[in-house]
C-alpha cells in the first residue's frame, strides 16, 4: 500500500490528517451527474442603467446568434433566454481544458421602475444586445405647480 495514505508499523495503523472543511461534502454532491444541468445553464453579464424616459439593459452575448435569444418582461421582471451552440464535440479528442460554453443561458433581471413591455425594442450589434424600455407613463415624475394664494 501507498505510504502517503496508510503506515502499518508495529502494528498499528497510521493515517493523515485531513483539514476538515464543512462544506466539503456538499461540493461533492454538486459534482455527481445529477446537478450537471445546473452547471450548463450560465447567466450574461449584463449592464442595466436608466434615463429620464427609459429604462435600458445591455447584455453581453458574443458568437450568439440573437435569433437565438428570448426577451420577455413580465411582472416588472426582464428575462433573458437563449441558448448557444457550439460544433458537435469529437468522440475522438482527448481535452485536457473544455471551457467554451454551448447550452442555455438566462438571466432574470427586476426593472427599477414600472416600462411599457408593449414598446420594448431590442437590437444586437458586436456581441451585445441593447434592450430599450420605455418607461410607464405612470412611473414618469409629475410636475406640480405651486398656487400662490
Given at each position: 500500500?501507498?505510504?502517503?495514505?496508510l503506515?502499518?508499523?508495529?502494528?498499528?495503523?497510521?493515517?493523515?490528517?485531513?483539514?476538515?472543511?464543512?462544506?466539503?461534502?456538499?461540493?461533492?454532491?454538486?459534482e455527481?451527474?445529477?446537478?450537471?444541468?445546473?452547471?450548463?445553464?450560465?447567466?450574461?453579464?449584463?449592464?442595466?442603467?436608466?434615463?429620464?424616459?427609459?429604462?435600458?439593459?445591455?447584455?453581453?452575448?458574443?458568437g450568439?446568434?440573437?435569433?437565438?435569444?428570448?426577451?420577455?418582461?413580465?411582472?416588472?421582471?426582464?428575462?433573458?433566454?437563449?441558448?448557444e451552440?457550439?460544433?458537435?464535440?469529437?468522440?475522438?479528442?482527448?481535452?485536457?481544458?473544455?471551457?467554451?460554453?454551448?447550452?442555455?443561458?438566462?438571466?432574470?433581471?427586476?426593472?427599477p421602475t414600472?416600462?411599457?413591455?408593449?414598446?420594448?425594442?431590442?437590437t444586437?450589434q458586436?456581441?451585445?444586445?441593447?434592450?430599450?424600455?420605455?418607461?410607464?407613463?405612470?412611473?414618469?415624475?409629475?410636475?406640480?405647480?405651486?398656487?400662490?394664494?
Open positions: 500500500m501507498s505510504n502517503s495514505w503506515r502499518i508499523a508495529e502494528g498499528v495503523i497510521m493515517t493523515h490528517l485531513v483539514r476538515w472543511t464543512p462544506f466539503r461534502e456538499l461540493e461533492k454532491a454538486f455527481d451527474d445529477f446537478f450537471s444541468i445546473a452547471t450548463r445553464i450560465h447567466s450574461p453579464a449584463v449592464n442595466l442603467y436608466e434615463t429620464e424616459n427609459e429604462v435600458v439593459a445591455e447584455v453581453s452575448i458574443p450568439i446568434d440573437p435569433k437565438k435569444v428570448s426577451v420577455e418582461i413580465e411582472n416588472n421582471v426582464l428575462h433573458i433566454r437563449g441558448e451552440s457550439s460544433e458537435q464535440e469529437d468522440k475522438g479528442r482527448d481535452y485536457y481544458r473544455k471551457e467554451i460554453r454551448s447550452g442555455m443561458f438566462g438571466r432574470s433581471i427586476g426593472l414600472e416600462v411599457d413591455a408593449d414598446k420594448v425594442k431590442a444586437s458586436n456581441g451585445i444586445l441593447k434592450i430599450v424600455m420605455p418607461k410607464s407613463e405612470k412611473s414618469k415624475p409629475k410636475r406640480v405647480d405651486v398656487e400662490v394664494k
